[in-house]
């Protein structure tokens, strides 16, 4: 049987490389479209969870999952030769930033290489992991052929960014639109048969190229809206204005405006880094996007701002950041979602440590952290720690905190997310961003 017979049969197996916020939720949606599954990831830990029908990923069903796992649809294992009896391959490994914020993407070399071992006719791969435009054709293809397989004959090579949301309620992998950008025509062929058959709407794209560029196109739009509604916010802060009823009011407007909301920074494994990868593949071209250095500029340098604010705020009240006791409130990236990376929290705290600041945290999410070599455990907010500290700074307005109750005793509360907005009352000691 063909590639193509065997996907819209669903007696294909499917090959998922890494097993993280992208690619659990994958390798339950495709075990549950009736595939074959075989999760592989470099993580012991993460490999048994799965085995058992352990969920670690909120975004995923937990009771899927373990129907998944029990119905022996759906298996892990740290063994890349499973690939071998693969015919769809998957790959969703991180592809974070070195030190000098230039892509590092030898996750993905690393896996290609061990893929390219296993490859085999009747073989479709696609690069799920985010990157600049080129890396399927320039970094994937070379390696994946190396032992004479053909593309788009023999092997079917393409690209499709994952696009979820952590934490969106209304838009999953299964009803998000699929952009699929294959190497040759048959390739982009197989690859949208293949998704056609676990995701509702496909759109295909003329190369991988298009796709890469478009994923990392998507993330500089947001980072480049957030750090203008973030500068928004620091002069409406000179001129004391609310930047919230600005944007409320702007957001009246029904076409050409959509409302972007200012914070401490942005985090997650998507804004912060993936401008970057594009700022980097530019150069070869000697274009300098500006709008990607400046956006980065303004929102790396928004915890910054919010110490001074919150030095002055202190200072006005006659107490300094050294021994002040402040308590953080949230510290993961985003509202209910139990992932820190890259967070603005902990630079903040990591500022605020420096200067001497006695800090407490409460995050549901979030049972301990740590801030350069000191370990910090989560604490339950209580009527004493609110009225004790000098200020609650609230850095990610989880959906679970009792605002109200925050605000009525804490004597400072600088809310850098807005979260007291549905507080009534008296909020004479709330300070906004
Ligand atoms: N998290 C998101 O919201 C999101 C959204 C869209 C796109 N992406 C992109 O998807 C990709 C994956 O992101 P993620 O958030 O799922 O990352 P993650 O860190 O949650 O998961 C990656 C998994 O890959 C495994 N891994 C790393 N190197 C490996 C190797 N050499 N061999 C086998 N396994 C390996 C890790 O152990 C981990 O389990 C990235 O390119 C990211 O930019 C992420």
Redo the contacts with the bound molecule.
Sequence with gaps: MGLLEKIKSHSAVVGV???????LPLAVLQAKAGFRVFG????AA?VGQVNRGENYISDVNGAELTQAVSSGRLSATGDFSVLGTCDIVLI????PLTRNKEPDIS?VV??TRQLAKYAHPEMLVVL????YPGTTEEVLLPILTEGGLKVGQELFIAFS????D?GNRSFKTHNTFKLVGGVTQACLTAARTFYEQSIVKIFPVSSPRVAEMTKVFENVFRSVNIALVNELAMLCDRMGLDVYEVIDAAATKNFGFMPFYPGPGVG???IP??PYYLAWKSKEYDVHTRFIELAGEINEGMPYYVVAKLQRLLNRRGFCLNGAEILVLGVTYKADVADWRETPALKVMELLQREGTKLTYVDPLTPTIEIEGRSYAAVEVTDERLGRCACALILTAHSTFDYERIVRQAPLVFDTRNGTRHVKGNKANVVLL
């Design positions: 490389v890494g097993l993280g916020y992208v690619g592989v990831d470099e993580a993460k969703c490994v991180p592809t996750a690393s896996v799920e992991s985010t990157t960014p994952e696009r979820v952590p997650g494994h998507c880094l993936d």
